[in-house]
């Protein structure tokens, strides 16, 4: 930004440059204006009438409201006035007193020619004369001459003009110390202003508010903002912040563009203070906002100057207006990135200088790659004239390039020093990711979209992160959020673990609100799981399920977490049970599951489809694991990617098989027809077999050498594709439904591994561990070297995998642990000691994690009940709470 040597000095300097010429009205378009010659005598002979008939082009047409130096004439006769009025030759004469104000001199005047009070202007030595001012005041000397310029008839905005008039003379006013109520009268002469703003007319709306430009209201505000007094300061603050706030609020979405000139005005003058001050911030992010929003002007599309290295245009905001905001915003980030490796501050980039970077280097970048023209590839530097259409941008895009460079390599430094935090936190010292990272992801998501304007610094961006992966993953586990806009980690996923990808995925599906009031509310028959389960979940509409879920069972008293990881669990095995025939299980893996492409057999077969959909989504909301994945077929097909025959395997190995050896035959022997395969399949539906094409006349195409590839990916596609199409397209639907954004339900599935969501919706695959299980276990009433407690672990070591899962059900309402084991629980576990007789069994709180037992009177007495509750009919369905 310019430096002046004072704030005050650059705010009048600019007022008074900017309203040398034509200040009040459109420059030179106005050949209907009346311009008023008005001489002022002490006689009024003929002589003295004729001696006032100037030529056209030597009435002064200066207007600049400048009363600080106002000196008082001594008091002297009656003076009269001589009109005349230019384009018509007619002569008017007025008396005068020098105490008459100059509106009421504006008032004969109107009386006696009709020219309109608001829209004549007196011009006294170059000077305007405000309203209030008495001639006295305004040092006006006998024999003096004053022009009368009634240029407004040209403008189509008078009132607003008048408004904005009125405001700068109590601004005015406010500099010399006087009008104590013009504190009030500037804010409301403003929004006055304001509210005559067109609202249907954009282009009548760009000459509304150029008027506070032309004007030098803009300077005049500023001038008054950095007054030493104290009062005039609060006003100006407060009715700039005023007219920001109304760019947003007051002003139709249309015209917001119409404001961007202002507040870049606004801008530059406050901007000579330092760039510390908080109007100053306050106008800055406003106009990052407005450009943001609206765009820049395309300079340069009108045409270029080759030869001066120039180009030309016009608009509102035009390309290079904005970059030396982004260099100044680029130097703050690099000193504050600085500032933030320093460990003993905790001083970082400021959320207001990331937030206006993003702002101005939005557009910025969407004018390089417009106008440069780079045909859909990237920059390659040093620019050469000949390889773009408007070389007169080079100096911009290597810019830009540079300031990519510097905050890549500060970034890799700050990051860096990440990894060795990381490696103290290890240790068990200190803390990992300090408050002073909190924006490193929001800047490095800026940079990724500076680096791909730029030949080879994708690559080089993208190289550092996988450097960085540990500090990356750490960043986005402290401090990515739902509000950010995470797409651009999980396009490269390979810079980050699974982790980090299940916290960025998360992210996706709304969070579990805890107040009863929002969640959408089920009472279901356990003996009716699915069917009711079906009711309330199809049914319900999207944004009813976002909030969470409220889960009881009919005839039981039990509420809460647990009673609902129970109904996950339970409704799971409902929807992948091989008899609803819903989903098949794949041969080689019983826990993998893709559509039946006979699901038909069910009218509502669809419907249920968008129902798991819907069920598999909450169930990862809710962040339960339900001991169910998917094959690799159904998972490529949810996240829109092809399928091959590597991919079939585990879903049809008997086809896998057979497909392999097809392709490995002997060319002679398969081109010999010996097989008699053509371009077909057999398929069953309702219990009947029939012929399906695999493509049009495939009955007649026999099988061969050069194309057994093309037969073998059709009986792929058909098998596992074609088939369940819509089965498939149901279950995403369902699916998108309760994701935050419905049109990121792909973008999901393609964020992850296959392992990723195995490990989200199974949990983990290990043994339960017995030591982990203890480690992890607080007590109530007991004391962990009670003989109970001893016996309890000692019979519980020695139980079978699945009577532990059905223990730990029992106990939680989770059967199947998260990765990392019960560590990854929402709680600690707990055993309590009851009061109740020894021949009652084992109870549990599954919302709380809290299992109660009296003190059996021997192991073997403890040990027969634990037995009794591992049973999976009896520990499934306890409807314990």
Same mark, same amino acid.
């Given at each position: 930004?310019?430096?002046?040597?004072?704030?005050?000095?650059?705010?009048?300097?600019?007022?008074?440059?900017?309203?040398?010429?034509?200040?009040?009205?459109?420059?030179?378009?106005?050949?209907?204006?009346?311009?008023?010659?008005?001489?002022?005598?002490?006689?009024?002979?003929?002589?003295?009438?004729?001696?006032?008939?100037?030529?056209?082009?030597?009435?002064?047409?200066?207007?600049?409201?400048?009363?600080?130096?106002?000196?008082?004439?001594?008091?002297?006769?009656?003076?009269?006035?001589?009109?005349?009025?230019?384009?018509?030759?007619?002569?008017?004469?007025?008396?005068?007193?020098?105490?008459?104000?100059?509106?009421?001199?504006?008032?004969?005047?109107?009386?006696?020619?009709?020219?309109?009070?608001?829209?004549?202007?007196?011009?006294?030595?170059?000077?305007?004369?405000?309203?209030?001012?008495?001639?006295?005041?305004?040092?006006?000397?006998?024999?003096?001459?004053?022009?009368?310029?009634?240029?407004?008839?040209?403008?189509?905005?008078?009132?607003?003009?008048?408004?904005?008039?009125?405001?700068?003379?109590?601004?005015?006013?406010?500099?010399?110390?006087?009008?104590?109520?013009?504190?009030?009268?500037?804010?409301?002469?403003?929004?006055?202003?304001?509210?005559?703003?067109?609202?249907?007319?954009?282009?009548?709306?760009?000459?509304?508010?150029?008027? #506070? +430009?032309?004007? /030098?209201?803009?300077?005049? &505000? *500023?001038?008054?903002?950095?007054?030493?007094? !104290?009062?005039? @300061?609060?006003?100006?603050?407060?009715?700039?912040?005023?007219?920001?706030?109304?760019?947003?609020?007051?002003?139709?979405?249309?015209?917001?563009?119409?404001?961007?000139?202002?507040?870049?005005?606004?801008?530059?003058?406050?901007?000579?203070?330092?760039?510390?001050?908080?109007?100053? #911030? +306050?106008?800055? /992010?406003?106009?990052?906002? &407005? *450009?943001?929003?609206?765009?820049?002007?395309? !300079?340069?599309? @009108?045409?270029?100057?080759?030869?001066?290295?120039?180009?030309?245009?016009?608009?509102?905001?035009?390309?290079?207006?904005?970059?030396?905001?982004?260099?100044?915003?680029?130097?703050?980030?690099?000193?504050?990135?600085?500032?933030?490796?320093?460990?003993?501050?905790?001083?970082?980039? #400021?959320?207001?200088?990331?937030?206006?970077?993003?702002?101005?280097?939005?557009?910025?970048?969407?004018?390089?790659?417009?106008?440069?023209?780079?045909?859909?590839?990237?920059?390659?530097?040093?620019?050469?004239?000949?390889?773009?259409?408007?070389?007169?941008?080079?100096?911009?895009?290597?810019?830009?390039?540079?300031?990519?460079?510097?905050?890549?390599?500060?970034?890799?430094?700050?990051?860096?020093?990440?990894?060795?935090?990381?490696?103290?936190?290890?240790?068990?010292?200190?803390?990992?990711?300090?408050?002073?990272?909190?924006?490193?992801?929001?800047?490095?998501?800026?940079?990724?979209?500076?680096?791909?304007?730029?030949?080879?610094?994708?690559?080089?961006?993208?190289?550092?992160?996988?450097?960085?992966?540990?500090?990356?993953?750490?960043?986005?586990?402290?401090?990515?959020?739902?509000?950010?806009?995470?797409?651009?980690?999980?396009?490269?996923?390979?810079?980050?673990?699974?982790?980090?990808?299940?916290?960025?995925?998360?992210?996706?599906?709304?969070?579990?609100?805890?107040?009863?009031?929002?969640?959408?509310?089920?009472?279901?028959?356990?003996?009716?799981?699915?069917?009711?389960?079906?009711?309330?979940?199809?049914?319900?509409?999207?944004?009813?399920?976002?909030?969470?879920?409220?889960?009881?069972?009919?005839?039981?008293?039990?509420?809460?977490?647990?009673?609902?990881?129970?109904?996950?669990?339970?409704?799971?095995?409902?929807?992948?049970?091989?008899?609803?025939?819903?989903?098949?299980?794949?041969?080689?893996?019983?826990?993998?599951?893709?559509?039946?492409?006979?699901?038909?057999?069910?009218?509502?077969?669809?419907?249920?489809?968008?129902?798991?959909?819907?069920?598999?989504?909450?169930?990862?909301?809710?962040?339960?694991?339900?001991?169910?994945?998917?094959?690799?077929?159904?998972?490529?097909?949810?996240?829109?990617?092809?399928?091959?025959?590597?991919?079939?395997?585990?879903?049809?190995?008997?086809?896998?098989?057979?497909?392999?050896?097809?392709?490995?035959?002997?060319?002679?022997?398969?081109?010999?027809?010996?097989?008699?395969?053509?371009?077909?399949?057999?398929?069953?539906?309702?219990?009947?077999?029939?012929?399906?094409?695999?493509?049009?006349?495939?009955?007649?195409?026999?099988?061969?050498?050069?194309?057994?590839?093309?037969?073998?990916?059709?009986?792929?596609?058909?098998?596992?594709?074609?088939?369940?199409?819509?089965?498939?397209?149901?279950?995403?639907?369902?699916?998108?439904?309760?994701?935050?954004?419905?049109?990121?339900?792909?973008?999901?599935?393609?964020?992850?591994?296959?392992?990723?969501?195995?490990?989200?919706?199974?949990?983990?695959?290990?043994?339960?561990?017995?030591?982990?299980?203890?480690?992890?276990?607080?007590?109530?009433?007991?004391?962990?070297?009670?003989?109970?407690?001893?016996?309890?672990?000692?019979?519980?070591?020695?139980?079978?995998?699945?009577?532990?899962?059905?223990?730990?059900?029992?106990?939680?309402?989770?059967?199947?642990?998260?990765?990392?084991?019960?560590?990854?629980?929402?709680?600690?576990?707990?055993?309590?000691?009851?009061?109740?007789?020894?021949?009652?069994?084992?109870?549990?709180?599954?919302?709380?994690?809290?299992?109660?037992?009296?003190?059996?009177?021997?192991?073997?007495?403890?040990?027969?009940?634990?037995?009794?509750?591992?049973?999976?009919?009896?520990?499934?369905?306890?409807?314990?709470?």
């Amino acid at each position: 930004m310019p430096t002046v040597d004072s704030s005050v000095d650059a705010a009048h300097h600019r007022l008074s440059s900017k309203r040398k010429l034509d200040d009040y009205g459109p420059p030179d378009d106005d050949a209907s204006s009346d311009l008023v010659s008005v001489r002022m005598r002490k006689d009024c002979s003929p002589a003295a009438v004729n001696s006032s008939n100037h030529a056209p082009d030597q009435v002064p047409r200066v207007r600049v409201s400048d009363a600080r130096s106002a000196e008082l004439s001594l008091p002297g006769s009656r003076l009269q006035f001589f009109v005349r009025m230019i384009s018509e030759g007619n002569t008017i004469v007025i008396q005068a007193n020098h105490t008459d104000t100059v509106r009421s001199l504006h008032e004969r005047i109107q009386e006696i020619s009709g020219i309109p009070v608001i829209e004549q202007r007196l011009i006294y030595r170059g000077k305007q004369l405000q309203w209030e001012q008495s001639l006295a005041e305004c040092s006006i000397q006998n024999d003096a001459g004053l022009q009368l310029v009634g240029r407004m008839r040209s403008t189509e905005h008078p009132l607003a003009w008048q408004a904005i008039d009125d405001m700068v003379s109590t601004i005015w006013q406010l500099m010399r110390g006087q009008a104590p109520l013009g504190m009030r009268s500037i804010k409301c002469k403003l929004l006055d202003f304001l509210k005559m703003t067109p609202s249907n007319d954009s282009e009548s709306a760009a000459g509304h508010l150029q008027i #506070l +430009l032309s004007s /030098s209201a803009t300077a005049a &505000l *500023v001038m008054l903002y950095f007054s030493p007094i !104290v009062r005039n @300061k609060e006003a100006a603050d407060e009715a700039i912040r005023h007219f920001l706030n109304s760019c947003g609020t007051m002003l139709p979405k249309p015209i917001h563009s119409q404001c961007a000139p202002i507040v870049l005005e606004f801008c530059k003058l406050l901007g000579t203070s330092g760039n510390d001050d908080p109007l100053y #911030l +306050l106008c800055r /992010s406003t106009l990052g906002s &407005l *450009v943001e929003s609206v765009g820049i002007s395309r !300079v340069g599309t @009108k045409y270029s100057d080759r030869s001066k290295g120039t180009c030309s245009g016009s608009g509102l905001i035009v390309f290079r207006e904005i970059l030396p905001f982004v260099r100044e915003l680029a130097n703050r980030l690099l000193r504050d990135l600085a500032s933030s490796m320093d460990s003993t501050t905790s001083f970082g980039p #400021l959320v207001a200088d990331v937030r206006d970077f993003a702002a101005f280097l939005l557009p910025l970048r969407g004018a390089i790659v417009e106008q440069v023209g780079f045909l859909g590839r990237p920059v390659s530097l040093p620019l050469h004239e000949s390889a773009y259409e408007h070389p007169c941008y080079g100096e911009e895009v290597e810019f830009l390039h540079v300031i990519f460079s510097d905050l890549l390599k500060k970034m890799d430094q700050c990051l860096k020093k990440m990894e060795d935090y990381l490696r103290i936190k290890k240790a068990g010292e200190g803390e990992n990711v300090g408050p002073g990272c909190l924006h490193y992801l929001a800047i490095l998501k800026e940079l990724n979209g500076i680096s791909r304007l730029y030949e080879g610094a994708e690559e080089q961006f993208w190289d550092m992160l996988r450097l960085r992966k540990a500090s990356i993953c750490a960043l986005v586990m402290k401090y990515a959020n739902r509000s950010d806009d995470n797409k651009w980690i999980l396009e490269h996923k390979e810079v980050t673990d699974f982790e980090a990808r299940k916290h960025l995925v998360m992210l996706l599906l709304p969070e579990v609100k805890e107040e009863y009031e929002e969640l959408h509310e089920m009472l279901i028959d356990r003996s009716q799981i699915l069917a009711e389960s079906f009711e309330y979940i199809a049914h319900a509409e999207p944004e009813a399920l976002h909030g969470g879920l409220f889960m009881e069972f009919k005839n039981e008293e039990a509420t809460g977490p647990g009673v609902l990881r129970e109904w996950f669990f339970l409704v799971c095995q409902e929807i992948f049970n091989r008899e609803n025939a819903l989903f098949v299980a794949c041969p080689n893996d019983q826990r993998r599951f893709y559509p039946n492409p006979a699901s038909k057999v069910d009218p509502l077969h669809l419907e249920y489809f968008n129902f798991s959909g819907r069920v598999i989504a909450l169930a990862l909301m809710h962040k339960v694991q339900v001991g169910v994945v998917f094959d690799r077929v159904f998972f490529l097909q949810l996240r829109g990617s092809y399928v091959y025959l590597e991919d079939i395997q585990d879903a049809d190995p008997e086809l896998y098989s057979s497909c392999k050896k097809i392709l490995e035959m002997d060319t002679e022997f398969i081109d010999s027809d010996e097989l008699g395969l053509t371009f077909v399949t057999e398929v069953e539906e309702l219990g009947s077999r029939k012929i399906v094409e695999l493509c049009p006349g495939g009955k007649n195409m026999s099988v061969n050498s050069r194309n057994r590839k093309e037969y073998v990916d059709l009986l792929i596609q058909h098998r596992f594709v074609t088939s369940t199409t819509e089965q498939v397209c149901h279950f995403a639907h369902g699916f998108a439904d309760i994701l935050c954004n419905s049109r990121l339900q792909r973008f999901f599935f393609q964020s992850l591994e296959l392992e990723d969501l195995d490990s989200m919706l199974y949990g983990s695959e290990s043994e339960i561990n017995v030591k982990d299980w203890k480690a992890h276990t607080e007590y109530n009433g007991y004391k962990k070297t009670d003989p109970q407690i001893l016996w309890f672990w000692q019979i519980v070591g020695k139980m079978t995998t699945e009577q532990k899962k059905v223990l730990l059900f029992f106990w939680t309402s989770v059967k199947y642990l998260p990765v990392d084991g019960f560590r990854g629980l929402a709680s600690r576990l707990y055993i309590y000691k009851s009061t109740e007789s020894y021949d009652r069994l084992p109870s549990s709180h599954t919302c709380f994690y809290r299992l109660c037992f009296p003190p059996y009177p021997s192991k073997a007495v403890m040990r027969d009940r634990l037995r009794i509750i591992t049973q999976e009919h009896v520990g499934c369905s306890f409807g314990t709470w």
